[in-house]
Structure formats: C-alpha cells, structure tokens
C-alpha cells in the first residue's frame, strides 16, 4: 500500500494544530511542510527554529497520526556566489536540524539556478559541490535529503541525478520522485520511458512520490493538472510502487481544498487496478 498524502499549505488556512487536524480528518496520513507557507501565524525564520519549536510541532503532528514526510527547503543549491551560499547553507542547516528533532522523512530540495546554463557541466560541478556540504550536515545530524529532478534545472532527468549521487556517494542523500517535473513537450509521449528509466537508475533513491497529472496548452507546453485530470501513466507509476515501494510517501499536488478528495480517490482506485 502507499500512504498518500498533500502539502499542508494546500489546504485551508487555519491554525498550525487545526491545519494539522483537518489533515487527518480527510484521510491523509502524511504532508509536505513549508515552514513559511503553512504556518502564517507567527515567526518561521531561522531565528524561530528552536528546539521548543520543533518538538512543539512534533507533539501536534504526532497527535493527529500524520507524518511529515518532507520539510520544504528549495532555496537555490545552484548558487554560484560563496557568499551568497553561505546564507542558503545555514538556511538547509537550520531545516536539518529542525527535521532531526521533528522526525521527518527527509528535507526536500530541487536544483534550479539562476546564476548559470542549469544544462552545464560547470552547474552541474558547482550544484555538487554545495550538495556535498548539505549532505555532509545531514549525515552528522542523521537526515535524508531528497533531491527532487526538475526538466530546466541542473538535475533536469535521472541521468544527471544519477551522476550526482554517485560523486556525492553518501545514503543520506536520495530522491524525491515527480513524473510529471521531467516530462516535457519533447518527451511526453516517451513518458513510459522516462518512468521506467527513473526507476533503473535510481531505484534504490526514489523515497518518496510527487503526484500531479499533466496536460498540453494551446501551445503544446505542459500544464500540471491535478492527479486524474490528464496525461500521467499513473497505472505504470503504481505497478512499480506496487511491487519495489510498500509504504511509499506519495503527495499530491497541484490540488485545492474543494479537488483535493478527486484526486485522492484517483490514486486510491488507480493502485487497486495496478
């Protein structure tokens, strides 16, 4: 089975602990956290990330049997600037510690980059470089990293994920797995490819599923929709969580709190028929 989930600042604005309950009250058994976009109500920053903070969280989560299966920090791990990575780094630092104490599944990134051609080996070189440093942090403070490949970003598909974990070769870093992210109007109709590629070469990394549907806009550009409104082999997808990932975080996206049962119950019916 898989424990499906949504992003805590997809449903309704509410306090941090009723947010929490109506999470559990729709049947969710997990949740993506962004700090800054759940949580309105008072201070997120790094100041604010205490110990007292964490564990104060981690009772109400716990109390409403609902894992944090990703803390959210995409900040730019692309960033050319030392100095201005010397910020963002504290900033992944501060979020690895606050998920050692909160218990979480991992703490999410992606790649992009705003300084440099993300499709270069020189972004490439640098994104590995300050990966290596995060994951260094992780593994002193035992938590995972998910890295999540994004079509324009550094680590566009599976082969160039597959290069940075092999140079960063530490188990604390693995993969957060969103079809629909390296899908592109080139390729989605190679989406059984990509599927299976994913799966081959990062069988082993893939912690955790994004799950989001697609469609193509007047343009033919692609278009996330949510799950069930378009274009993803979610019957391929499940067939191979069913057999190699019992138990797998899978998150829905792209939902709003009046769609949000559509598409769990897509996924739910799906992978009875996988």
């Known amino acids: 089975m898989i424990q499906i989930g949504i992003r805590a ?9 009723k947010l929490v309950e109506n999470i559990n009250k729709k049947g969710f058994s997990c949740t993506q956290l962004a700090l ?6 008072f201070n997120t920053d790094i ?15 716990e109390k409403n049997n609902v894992d944090i299966a990703v803390l959210g920090c995409y900040q ?14 504290k900033l992944y630092e501060a979020h690895i510690r606050f998920a050692a104490l909160l218990g979480c599944g991992m703490v999410g990134t992606e790649t ?23 994951v260094s942090y992780a593994e002193k403070m035992g938590v995972i990293i998910g890295m999540e490949p994004v079509a324009g970003h550094i680590v566009y ?31 989605y109709e190679n989406q059984e490819y990509i599927i299976r590629e994913a799966f081959e070469l990062c069988k082993d990394e893939i912690a955790c599923i994004h799950a989001k549907d697609f469609i193509l806009d007047k343009e033919g550009n692609i278009k996330p929709v949510i799950a069930g409104d378009g274009m993803l082999d979610y019957k391929l997808l499940f067939q191979i969580l069913r057999r190699k990932k019992p138990f797998i975080h899978v998150l829905l996206e792209e939902t709003t709190p009046d769609n949000v049962f559509n598409a769990k119950e897509y996924l739910e019916n799906m992978y009875e028929k996988a």
């Open 36 to 41: 800054s976009k759940a949580i309105t109500s």
């Open 157 to 187: 598909d599976f082969k160039r994920a597959r290069r940075v974990l092999d140079n960063i070769d530490s188990p604390n870093l693995q993969i957060i797995f969103d079809p629909v992210n390296v899908i592109t109007k080139d390729n």
């Open 112 to 134: 992009w980059t705003k300084d440099m051609n993300a499709e270069s080996d020189e972004a490439l070189e640098r994104l590995t470089e300050n990966m290596r440093q995060i």
């Open 9 to 17: 600042h997809d449903m309704e604005k509410a306090p941090i602990d």
């Open 47 to 61: 100041e604010a990330m205490t110990p007292g903070f964490a564990l104060y969280l981690k009772k109400i989560f």
């Open 76 to 89: 730019e791990l692309g960033c050319k600037e030392d100095s201005e990575f010397k910020n963002i780094r």
